[in-house]
């Protein structure tokens, strides 16, 4: 079996050429941790190509020190976010953990920002007891509470009088439901049909079935990033709108990333969310197109999570004077305040969680292209969700 | 093979310990101290090398085939995760060992369905199972976490004495010495006469049962033993990365584990080890190098090796060694291509 | 009532899906044995070569889908002659490796190639929505895809039965040595089919965008239930898979509608237990070699 031996030999060859990590010691490092293969994938990209243009758009330094990311793919998979963020901080000796496209990876990391005193920025997960986790998590991304709160009472405010939900089987889609149905009954509304629909490969044909049979006004949607596409397709199919059934929800299923492609079926549909491509000002209309003529494609409410995250570790740095320090940094994060392309926008210095407008607005044609118009703004909405204590 | 008297002094050969089996072990054991920053990487290696050595159980040395060993994996880990979690058994070792009992019931309640049909059936009713048991765990998410699994365990330290650390340092010797103890077993197992019939089975099991071979009853305590060590393996995972999640179910999972399998070759115990090593590995270097598309060149990697064909791969590796032993031997027999499934 | 004919007309529309996706696997298995895991990596080829057309060429829909076919069968009469061939006699468990390799490239190119975003294809007004058949629901695409694929089945069926190849090929599946002392030309009959299938899985692909999602992953996820239609339906003949599909599709839709938390359970369960009963599948027959 000397077989073995040589095989195990020239394994062990590599493993060790591949096991130099030099580094510069000036660099302050950031792991991204993002699902850049799999179901999430689209989430990871967005992020990514947000940070990239950021870096590309501010440069590289800040406070005298060179910013290097590394970007490391999980798939979604939580124990490989908790092996990478591992790796990272022990081996790669990072100051910040970032990214974490869902709920599982951001929470699967949070002991380890805690015990490395390193701060982890969540820049797409959101389920509110998150930040709970860990005092070294802030995020920039947005909570299914400050969504579904506002259009639970905009719904019940505005005629629609029985729902039938749709959400997805996992923790930000329970917290869609839970707030929406909070606000919407205290409203006067009623729930007539609940269906939860699992998060891989959901086929919602014979869920949307069911919800025509039971007559709704609306049906409030949750799905995660990537699948409003095939619920809206399926929902036009199964001729809900022109049953009249409108389609409501936090903006997720709205997302500006597959919205052009949803056909007009997707017309006159109301959410409630933190970001739309149309945004009206002056920093939205540049941000989107330096991202569109980058990566020819449209941002959506993930790359602005990631464009406002990096932006908060810039600003974060600036602030302690290039000091890596972990608890420095959090302090210097709490209560900062700035204009992002979706409005703007503020970490709450008791919860670390983002503080953000919320919109209320409808998808309509603009020069041939669908877009989400917003036509209310509800300001400041901070995340109800957290435990009262 | 130089042609031997007879049956049992080939046995008693091949269950000698040769000495580049012990320079393996002291190899991986050597990898403790060389490279204390990656014992992160080396524990998930261990971990998949366990798992696969169940694999190798089955399909190496009893020839059935199964795409669904995640069931048992996913039964060791939800257990050991439970069992930490609810303050049930606090004692990782215990909780182990109890974990792999549970996934050992499993797999001799399942072990009748899998012993029937041909390899197309077995393998789409051992995917069913394991599939099975994901939706049920879905099913079942206010006791298993369902897509986001079971959180907040917290391990208690080994026999009291050792905790689990952020480095990884506990845990990597813990896979490493329950792995050794399994292998050895295992070794032991596959090496006496239960094992011989077993390949009996595989060769060709109208054979075998002609001359008194209890074919079923021997699949069915091998699946079983199998189940068992896949049972430790998710056990091992859970309490090693205190997570436990509904991707241990995972049809990638099983099929991930396949793919080493068959990298390293089977039926001879080792191949699940190297397959694990080669695997991760490629995997790690691949997805540095290409964070997001690094799935392609496994891919290619793979579809290289399936087209050179292993035989030819081994006879180019072992050219040089080859070489340096004809020297000092002078004979022409040197190192043969280990797999039972060369005809 | 109705409802009942709605869920009953969905199944049977997803079922004969399934089974236009997943012939070509059945015949690939049944007639040389070989697995070929990257089955899924046609259909999904076919589904993009449509939606390229369609979305950016501008052709019309129902032009778009013969070239789905053609454009599958294509690759996979270049793959078969340049990397299939060779693995033939080789272990089952090669050809696994093999395939699922094939699968991992084409997964990542396409990703790169087309970004990893679900891609719908553009249809012409004619196909969307409803209309009312006495009170039951139809949906357009949905009865298109019934039409299409119940043509596809009955020209199959015809072919088998009727033409000489189809004798040529019924004969190589039951006993490819006593065909190939017959004087039937075994290999070129498997280059063909092979491509046929690949052809069908790619216009399959095509046909499954609106319904099943079409994304780089589409091969990996929809794998388990080709392999379950071929398995439970046997690969000797084409009946089997198709009986297979309808139950599976219908299956699949009715347990989703009245039990939603026990979705995906009911379809492995009637797995198992068929395999159980029968372990060739519905109709399969034992390998005579």
């Known amino acids: 079996m000397l077989r073995n031996v040589f095989t195990a030999a020239v394994i062990t060859v590599t493993v060790a050429l591949l096991n130099f990590s030099a580094s510069a010691q000036d660099a302050v490092k950031i792991g991204l941790i993002l699902p850049m293969t799999g179901g999430q994938a689209s989430t990871g990209k967005q992020i990514d190509n947000a940070i990239k243009l950021y870096m590309q758009q501010k440069g590289d330094t800040v406070a005298g020190r060179k910013i290097e990311i590394i970007l490391k793919d999980d798939g979604a998979v939580p124990d490989n976010t908790k092996r990478l963020a591992q790796e990272l901080i022990v081996n790669d000796k990072v100051n910040f953990i970032a990214g974490f496209g869902v709920t599982p990876a951001a929470l699967a990391a949070a002991s380890l920002a805690t015990q490395a005193k390193i701060p982890e920025i969540v820049m797409a997960a959101g389920t509110s007891i998150i930040t709970e986790r860990s005092p070294y998590i802030v995020r920039t991304s947005f909570t299914l509470a400050q969504s579904s709160t506002i259009i639970g009472d905009w719904a019940a405010k505005n005629g629609i009088k029985k729902v039938a939900t749709l959400t997805s089987d996992f923790a930000p889609g329970h917290d869609a439901l839970n707030f929406f149905k909070q606000n919407f009954t205290a409203g006067g509304g009623e729930i007539v049909e609940e269906v939860k629909v699992p998060l891989q490969n959901p086929d919602f044909a014979p869920f949307l079935q069911r919800m025509k049979d039971a007559k709704p006004d609306a049906v409030f949607v949750f799905v995660p990033a990537g699948q409003g596409g095939n619920f809206m397709k399926q929902y036009a199919e199964r001729g809900l709108d022109k049953a009249g059934i409108k389609v409501i929800g936090p903006g997720d299923v709205m997302d500006d990333d597959l919205l052009n492609g949803m056909g007009d079926a997707a017309l006159g549909t109301v959410t409630a969310h933190l970001y739309s491509a149309a945004h009206p000002s002056a920093m939205n209309k540049e941000f989107v197109a330096a991202y569109k003529k980058a990566f020819n494609s449209r941002p959506g409410f993930m790359a602005v999570g990631g464009y406002d995250g990096i932006h908060l570790i810039y600003e974060a740095l600036k602030k302690t004077g290039g000091k890596t320090d972990g608890d420095a940094l959090i302090e210097a994060m709490k209560g900062m305040k700035w204009e992002s392309p979706r409005g703007p926008i503020s970490i709450d210095p008791e919860t670390r969680d983002i503080v953000q407008n919320i919109y209320i607005r409808k998808v309509e044609k603009v020069d041939g292209e669908l877009y989400n118009v917003e036509f209310a703004t509800f300001e400041a909405v901070k995340d109800s969700g957290k435990t009262k204590k | 093979m130089s042609a031997l008297p007879d049956v049992s002094s080939h046995a008693i050969a091949r269950a000698r310990w040769r000495p580049s089996e012990i320079a393996f072990w002291i190899l991986v054991l050597a990898c403790a101290f060389l490279f204390p920053s990656r014992y992160l990487i080396m524990t998930d290696i261990l971990r998949l090398a366990l798992f696969a050595l169940s694999l190798d159980l089955i399909l190496g040395y009893a020839g059935i085939v199964s795409l669904g060993h995640a069931a048992f994996f996913g039964v060791g880990a939800y257990c050991a995760g439970l069992l930490a979690l609810h303050g049930i058994i606090t004692e990782p070792v215990l909780a182990l060992v109890a974990a792999g009992l549970v996934a050992m019931v499993l797999g001799f309640l399942t072990s009748f369905l899998v012993i029937r049909g041909v390899d197309l059936t077995r393998l789409m009713v051992t995917l069913g199972i394991a599939l099975l048991l994901e939706a049920l765990g879905e099913r079942f998410s206010n006791i298993t976490g369902g897509t986001d699994g079971l959180q907040g365990i917290e391990m208690a330290p080994i026999l009291g004495m050792f905790a689990f650390d952020m480095f990884g340092k506990t845990g990597f010797f813990y896979s490493l010495i329950v792995l050794f103890l399994l292998f050895l077993l295992a070794r032991r197992i596959v090496n006496s006469p239960f094992g011989l019939s077993l390949r009996a089975i595989k060769n060709n099991p109208l054979r075998a049962s002609a001359i008194g071979v209890p074919v079923n009853r021997r699949l069915i305590a091998i699946y079983t033993l199998s189940a068992f060590y896949a049972g430790i393996a998710g056990a091992l995972f859970t309490q090693t990365t205190a997570l436990a999640s509904l991707d241990v179910f995972s049809f990638e999972k099983s099929a991930d584990l396949m793919l080493v399998l068959v990298l390293g070759g089977t039926g001879y115990l080792y191949g699940g080890l190297i397959g694990a090593v080669a695997f991760k590995m490629l995997q790690e270097f691949f997805s540095t190098i290409t964070p997001q598309y690094w799935l392609f060149w496994i891919g290619l990697v793979l579809v290289v090796i399936v087209l050179v064909g292993r035989e030819r791969m081994h006879r180019w590796a072992l050219w040089l060694p080859n070489l340096v032993i004809r020297q000092f031997a002078g004979r022409k027999a040197v190192v043969a291509v280990p797999e039972s499934d060369a005809p | ?289």
């Not at chain 3, 076919?46 to 294509?74: D, I, M, R």
């Not at chain 3, 046909?207 to 392999?227: C, H, Q, R, T, V």
């Open chain 3, 1 to 289: 009532m109705t409802t009942l004919f709605t869920i009953l007309f969905d199944g049977v529309a997803y079922g004969m899906l399934l089974f236009v996706l997943a012939c070509g696997l059945a015949v690939t298995l049944g007639l040389m044995n070989f697995v070929n895991l990257a089955h899924g990596a046609f259909a999904m080829t076919g589904g993009y070569v449509c939606a390229v057309l369609v979305n950016q060429s501008g052709w019309p829909f129902f032009a778009a889908l013969p070239l789905a076919f053609v454009s599958s069968a294509l690759i996979g009469v270049a793959l078969e002659r340049s990397l299939y061939r060779h693995l033939y006699t080789r272990s089952h468990l090669d050809q696994v490796l093999f395939s699922v390799g094939l699968v991992f490239m084409s997964v990542a190119a396409v990703d790169y190639i087309m970004g990893s975003s679900r891609i719908f294809i553009k249809l012409p007004s004619a196909l969307e929505g409803q209309f009312d058949f006495f009170g039951v629901g139809i949906g357009r695409y949905r009865l298109m895809i019934v039409v299409i694929c119940g043509l596809l089945t009955v020209a199959l069926q015809l072919i088998l039965a009727k033409t000489r190849f189809g004798s040529r090929l019924r004969a190589a599946v039951d006993d490819p040595r006593a065909a190939l002392g017959l004087g039937i030309n075994v290999p070129q009959v498997f280059a063909f089919t092979f491509a046929f299938g690949c052809g069908l899985a790619g216009l399959g692909g095509a046909l499954s965008a609106e319904i099943l999602g079409l994304d780089p992953y589409f091969p990996l996820k929809f794998m388990i239930y080709f392999l379950i239609v071929v398995t439970v339906g046997g690969s000797s003949s084409i009946t089997g898979p198709f009986l297979a599909s309808l139950l599976l599709g219908i299956g699949d839709v009715a347990g989703k509608y009245y039990v939603p938390k026990l979705g995906p359970f009911v379809i492995y369960t009637i797995m198992i237990v068929i395999l159980i009963w029968r372990p060739n599948g519905l109709f399969g027959r034992a390998a005579t070699r």
